[in-house]
């Protein structure tokens, strides 16, 4: 099992940036991928973004591709997201979480989460 920690959340306004972190504790954080999601009010929480463990791939879901970026640091346990344009609907709790596996394989191989970090975009 692994514990992770995310931070950075906050209010900003539609077009500013934020990053948030994820910090990993309990397993060898560079033997398996992270991932980045959100959950907003009454909706599923979605997988945003995936990195692999060596951080040579990535992938995005559409509506937050070229405005977000993944990044890990395997010498610092940490994981990243990097968002840059926001916008109103991008308000949610935002959750990193680790998979299973070293590659990304798909929201189902995640098993483990941090407490999560609320993002807050006005208008």
């Known amino acids: 099992q692994v514990q992770l920690v995310e931070s950075g959340g906050g209010l900003v306004q539609a077009g500013d940036s934020l990053t948030l972190s994820c910090a990993a504790a309990?397993?060898?954080?560079?033997?398996?991928?992270m991932g980045w999601f959100r959950q907003a009010p009454g909706k599923e929480r979605e997988l945003l973004s995936c990195?692999?463990?060596?951080?040579?791939?990535?992938n995005y879901e559409e509506s937050v591709k070229g405005r977000f970026t993944i990044s890990r640091n395997n010498a610092m346990n940490t994981v990243y997201l990097q968002m840059n344009s926001l916008k109103p609907e991008d308000t949610a709790v935002y959750y990193c979480?680790?998979?299973?596996?070293?590659?990304?394989?798909?929201?189902?191989?995640?098993?483990?989460w941090g407490q999560g970090t609320q993002v807050t975009v006005s208008s």
């Open positions: 979480a680790a998979s299973r596996y070293s590659d990304c394989f798909g929201r189902q191989n995640f098993d483990s």
């Open positions: 309990g397993r060898t954080f560079s033997a398996y991928a």
């Open positions: 990195i692999t463990w060596n951080g040579a791939n990535t």
